[in-house]
């Protein structure tokens, strides 16, 4: 299976310093502060791209499973918020979807959305905070 790479570079002190994330492939490279982490201030910080990796995650898996399952779906959206607590740590992602699926019942749906929370990758991988899925046909 494939490997992928990503890199940061923090400079200077936790409060008064800076950095910069970058994705191996070189699609993505946000700077980021301890203003854009623990405030509102402007940049990227580490908690959007796991929540950007979450859900591109989960909707590619529950897409799987859908297509497994004899339901090919037209789309899925998905956007993630992720809570950064005391610790501070990732005390909580919530996930929310709307997929097109054509002629799937709700209840195959909400199983397919339950073994995709559980089982994608990420999901795996970040096994620690909860994970809350709100997911509806449209």
């Not at 409060?15 to 946000?30: C, H, Q, R, Y």
């Not at 993630?80 to 610790?87: D, F, P, Q, S, T």
């Not at 089982?119 to 970040?126: D, E, K, Q």
């Amino acid at each position: 299976m494939a490997i992928r790479n990503a890199s940061a570079v923090w400079n200077g002190t936790l409060k008064e310093g800076d950095g910069v994330m970058k994705l191996g492939s070189g699609a993505f490279e946000g700077a980021f502060t301890f203003a854009s982490r623990f405030e509102e201030g402007p940049g990227t910080n580490p908690e959007e791209l796991v929540g950007a990796a979450q859900a591109g995650c989960f909707s590619m898996y529950l897409a799987a499973q859908l297509t497994e399952a004899g339901y090919p779906p037209k789309q899925i959206r998905t956007s993630a918020k992720v809570h950064l607590g005391e610790g501070p740590r990732i005390t909580l992602i919530e996930l929310d979807t709307e997929a097109e699926v054509p002629n799937v019942d709700e209840k195959t749906f909400q199983e397919k959305v339950d073994y995709s929370k559980k089982n994608c990758p990420i999901s795996l991988a970040l096994a620690g905070p909860e994970l809350q899925v709100s997911a509806r046909l449209v």
